[in-house]
């Protein structure tokens, strides 16, 4: 293992710059089963080291393969003359927030013997056995496995020294049937912060009732009708609402974007949501358990703390790395991650969420008299106006404040910030999200979570 540490002497001699050091490994688990047979069998490990020095208002970056003492004074060098030789070119008024420097160490490893590949790949069949027997009016099935641990050494030229190892896990199901008009398709996710031997239990029989709820969705699906196109009054579970949160809202209070044209650029200290919303991006704890994702500190050596971006409605803050937080005058919270060794920090979100409300989702559905509860996120997009389109799993009407038939695949599109204000019921009860990816020109692990709401939407149907 590459000792940082023992790198302060080259990094003191790096005279005139800030600079970073960042040990990095990834290691990827995926297996997954297709109609009972093994399709996908992915294990691998990127490892490597990578330097950030700041000079004159520009980074200079640079990663090595080889994680060796060598390579890391290499890209310390190599980093540490492209910030010259940018600043060179030509001055930047750019700075970087002062930070406190920290010394911290935080591993979530487990405490169990790993399992070897072999063992899951059986108990996956185990589990396709179990649906095979049970369910055959099926026409396709899925299970997956899939795992990732980042363990991170970081370094920086103000004395900060850290080192964390974050690990997730997940299993998913997915089944197909045939109806009417098509096949439809159901699927659920479970795990979450740990190793695979901490959220997966190798026992088939234990996922019993659980795959069963899978296959209720997708045969209730298989009979379900379209929406009626049109603007309507929705109530978004919290799978949705968290997604609409990181989606459409948080991407544009992150202070890059915001620099970039972003809607929230001008909207600070505005009213841009309901008196009943208040988002927050949590750092690593949430009403005293740790969240799925938790950052303790970034990739810029900065202590996380939860952002309060949008507080009873008012837009409080943007979410910064430390240049951004300079040039804004805002705090520098602990935003800036990297996915691989070989990638630049970027401003991203950690674990974004709407906090909940008062009221019960059955008040919330008795309130409306024509409209619709959608309850699974599909694919979607949004961009840095606020507008959005997500694809919706699953859901029911509601006709009379009460739930009709289910529904098929659809979509809600809308902008965020308008969304938002239509706002007018906040449920009391908060799930988290932990498998999603955001895809901000790297790939990053991340949380999102809320309560369901209350809102209107234009919903995609016939």
């Known amino acids: ?207 019993e009732e659980w795959i069963e709820s899978v296959y209720q969705m997708v045969s209730k699906k298989s009979e379900g009708i379209l929406p009626a196109a049109g603007e309507h009054d929705v109530i978004l579970a919290a799978d949705l609402a968290g997604i609409l949160a990181h989606e459409a809202v948080g991407h544009t209070a992150e202070a890059d974007l915001v620099l970039g044209g972003s809607v929230a650029g001008d909207c600070l200290g505005k009213t841009v949501a309901s008196p009943l919303v208040t988002l927050v991006d949590f750092a690593h704890t949430y009403e005293g358990e740790t969240a799925p994702q938790p950052v303790h500190v970034d990739d810029e050596g900065v202590t996380a703390k ?12 943007f979410m910064n790395n ?38 019960k989702v059955e008040e919330m559905i008795s309130s409306i008299e024509n409209g619709y509860y959608l309850m699974k996120a599909g694919n979607g997009q949004a961009d840095t106006t606020g507008e959005f389109m997500f694809a919706t799993g699953f859901g029911y009407e509601i006709k009379n404040g009460k739930l009709g038939r289910p529904l098929r695949d659809s979509t809600i599109s809308g902008v965020a910030f308008d969304m938002l204000k239509s706002v007018t019921m906040v449920s009391d009860d908060f799930e988290w999200e932990s498998s999603g990816y955001c895809g901000k020109k790297q790939p990053m692990p991340v949380g999102m979570g809320g309560p369901a709401i209350k809102c209107r939407l234009q919903v995609g149907g016939q």
């Open 1 to 207: 293992m590459l000792d940082l540490n023992s790198l302060k002497s080259e990094m003191a001699a790096a005279s005139g710059t800030y600079s970073e050091l960042r040990y990095q490994e990834n290691t990827d688990l995926r297996l997954s089963l297709l109609n009972g047979q093994l399709v996908t069998n992915l294990q691998e490990s990127s490892r490597g080291v990578s330097a950030r020095a700041f000079s004159g208002g520009y980074w200079g970056f640079s990663s090595h393969v080889s994680p060796t003492r060598d390579s890391a004074v290499s890209a310390l060098k190599e980093a540490v003359r492209n910030a010259t030789f940018l600043s060179g070119r030509r001055q930047k008024h750019a700075k970087l927030a002062s930070t406190p420097a920290i010394q911290f160490e935080r591993s979530y490893a487990s405490k169990k013997a790993p399992i070897q590949t072999a063992a899951w790949i059986d108990f996956m069949k185990g589990l396709d056995a179990i649906i095979t027997a049970k369910y055959k009016d099926l026409k396709a099935r899925s299970v997956t496995l899939m795992s990732l641990d980042m363990e991170k050494y970081f370094i920086t030229s103000d004395g900060s020294l850290a080192h964390t190892l974050v690990p997730r896990a997940h299993i998913a199901i997915s089944m197909t049937k045939d109806s009417a008009t098509g096949p439809v398709q159901a699927r659920d996710v479970r795990g979450g912060l740990g190793q695979m031997q901490d959220q997966v239990t190798p026992d088939p029989k234990a996922f």
């Open 306 to 317: 939860d952002t309060v971006i949008i507080e009873n409605g008012t837009l409080k803050t």
């Open 322 to 359: 430390r240049e951004t937080a300079a040039h804004f005058s805002q705090p520098a919270t602990g935003h800036a991650r990297a996915f691989t060794f070989a990638d630049e920090p970027l401003i991203r979100m950690r674990n974004t969420a709407i906090l909940p409300g008062k009221s």
